[in-house]
């Protein structure tokens, strides 16, 4: 009971701190933490939310990811892809920052929560793996251009109506000739400032410098009285946990498809930095844990007043090169942030919101690869495909962003049936170096038997491959009519179903309508079991099996001397 305790538990099995840990977990947490504030807000700022939110989703959430988590480093807290989701998502059920907006907010959080906490107590982390490369490049690139373009508002000083309004040229130019200048030269030079600390020791806390002197240009030149937008007065109440109001049937069924890819897009980023984690401590990954422990903090979040939450790969990063050496970092952190957010608050008074943007678009300018998309094309132009049709999809379906990753979803499920569907199917013969059954077309080799048609199917015989196998063997026998016999070199199928069975079986009458017989060579143990139990080798004048290729090249060619079928008997051989 003790061990199963602390296996839902993680944080029981942590291991006593040293002096010297603490010391690096305090500096750890201070650098992250320092760095979480600023982007906490501007985050909660890309989500539509009251920017205290952003704080909310920082604090708690963090503590019980790191308690319940398997991977204790990672930076948890608000992203800038799960709060552009989080935006996406309500753009067209309520007015952004209103209370209707805020209380969605929170369902969503919890939406996504529990179907992660259904997810890894029913251990389907595996699902995570539908989401593949091309798609999650497709979309994170799609979404990091929708996260810059929705900050031009702030960095222009321009509302977002205004922008959403312009429908010809000559509305345009009016609307950039209100362009505030301030808000302009806040927002460049934020960006070139953040671009070019980069250079000069990721661990330093450069987005919470610039923010502080910003506020302190910000205050000297009276930019708020000349109509400059800044921070002000954040409203932080640090509350217990509170149910929020019932939003009703409707909106909660309009809520659960974007909840179900926050919680399955949010995992593939929590993924992401929590594999590195492990690989770089030699550890064991326990996915399905970290999936509990995910849904645990967005459910947090949202009872906090916070919305939905993910790990950080930046902060996570800067957690491990800061020199973390355990989930004591974390606790820290959010002790600096809750720290901050009681006391500190009042010094963010002046930032200009510009500045904020600024944090946003430089936190994902990284995730523009367009180099990735030709990667693509040279290695799998199907893929590249998918990935730019998911791109496409995304940009073209926006504020809809959830069509995007299932329309990527859709194309690459396509093409992994197509893929099952159509295996490689290729004749055998013997390469002569090694006395190895290799592709006869590719080698340029002979054929084993002048009556027998040698085939290797490279996949599992089951539903998918076996129509394709049974047209293989009958397209060639009919352009072949002295072929009588069949060699299934089953060296590469791992698995059959009742289909492929019953392929089995209308081969076997195939060959036995020819007077000849079914040789399957090179089975596996498992799979030889499987077709003695369903009975498929009991009748050895039909079917004969053949352990290793020696004896399949020694049979074919006895065959081949002969004219007829060959009988071996009392020959034991190993199974592969």
């Known amino acids: 009971m003790n061990a199963r305790l602390r296996h839902f538990l ?56 790191t308690l319940f988590a398997s991977s204790t480093r990672l930076g948890v807290g608000p992203t800038a892809l799960s709060s552009l989701m989080v935006f996406a998502a309500l753009a067209p059920m309520a007015e952004p920052g209103s209370a209707q907006w805020v209380m969605l907010a929170i369902w969503l959080a919890l939406l996504a929560g529990m179907m992660q906490i259904a997810l890894g107590l029913a251990r389907m982390d595996w699902l995570m793996g539908v989401i593949t490369m091309p798609v999650l490049s497709g979309f994170t690139q799609a979404s990091a251009l929708l996260i810059m373009a929705s900050q031009v508002p702030a960095l222009t000083g321009i509302p977002r109506e205004a922008w959403q309004h312009i429908s010809s040229a000559g509305q345009l130019w009016h609307t950039l000739q209100r362009v505030d200048a301030g808000a302009l030269l806040f927002g460049a030079a934020g960006i070139a400032m953040l671009r070019l600390t980069r250079r000069y020791g990721a661990a330093i806390p450069w987005a919470a410098l610039l923010l502080g002197l910003g506020a302190l240009v910000s205050y000297g030149t009276d930019y708020a009285a000349r109509g400059g937008a800044v921070v002000g007065d954040l409203q932080v109440q640090l509350h217990g946990l509170q149910w929020p109001g019932w939003p009703g ?3 909660l069924a ?4 974007p909840a179900l890819v926050i919680a399955l897009m949010s995992f593939v980023e929590v993924a992401t930095s929590a594999k590195t984690e492990h690989a770089l401590a030699a550890t064991q990954w326990r996915a399905a844990q970290d999936l509990i422990a995910q849904g645990l903090a967005k459910i947090s979040s949202g009872l906090s007043g916070g919305f939905s939450t993910s790990a950080s790969l930046s902060r996570s990063a800067i957690n491990h090169y800061a020199g973390a050496v355990s989930g004591w970092s974390n606790l820290i952190c959010a002790a600096v ?18 500045l904020l943007a600024a944090v946003v678009v430089t936190g994902v300018m990284g995730l523009i690869r367009p180099r990735v998309f030709r990667q693509y094309w040279s290695f799998s132009r199907m893929e590249a495909m998918i990935a730019l049709s998911t791109l496409g999809v995304t940009l073209a379906t926006a504020p809809h962003l959830h069509w995007g990753v299932l329309a990527g979803l859709l194309l690459n499920l396509i093409y992994f049936m197509y893929q099952r569907l159509h295996p490689r199917i290729i004749e055998v013969g013997v390469y002569p170096e090694d006395g190895r059954l290799r592709d006869r077309h590719l080698w340029g080799l002979p054929p084993l038997s002048a009556h027998v048609l040698a085939l290797r199917l490279d996949a599992g015989l089951d539903f998918a491959t076996a129509a394709a196998l049974e047209q293989r063997v009958t397209t060639a026998w009919e352009a072949n009519p002295q072929l009588h016999s069949l060699c299934l070199v089953a060296s590469s199928i791992n698995n059959i179903d009742a289909t492929g069975l019953e392929t089995l079986y209308h081969l076997r009458t195939l060959v036995a309508k020819r007077k000849g017989k079914l040789y399957l060579s090179g089975m596996k143990l498992p799979l030889e079991q499987r077709l003695q139990e369903a009975g498929f080798l009991a009748d050895t004048n039909l079917v004969q099996v053949l352990k290793t290729d020696a004896q399949t090249i020694e049979v074919l060619t006895q065959l081949d001397r002969a004219g007829k079928p060959v009988q071996m008997v009392n020959v034991q051989h190993p199974h592969p």
């Open 249 to 251: 049937v409707a909106a």
């Open 10 to 65: 993680p944080f029981l099995s942590w291991p006593r701190p040293t002096a010297s840990q603490l010391r690096a977990d305090g500096f750890a947490g201070l650098t992250v933490g320092l760095m979480l504030l600023p982007q906490a807000i501007a985050y909660a700022a890309l989500a539509g939310m009251p920017l205290q939110t952003g704080l909310y989703s920082a604090i708690l959430p963090l503590v019980v990811a």
């Open 337 to 354: 942030v809750a720290i901050a957010a009681l006391w500190l608050t009042p010094l963010l008074r002046h930032v200009p919101l510009a």
């Open 254 to 257: 309009e809520l659960a498809l």
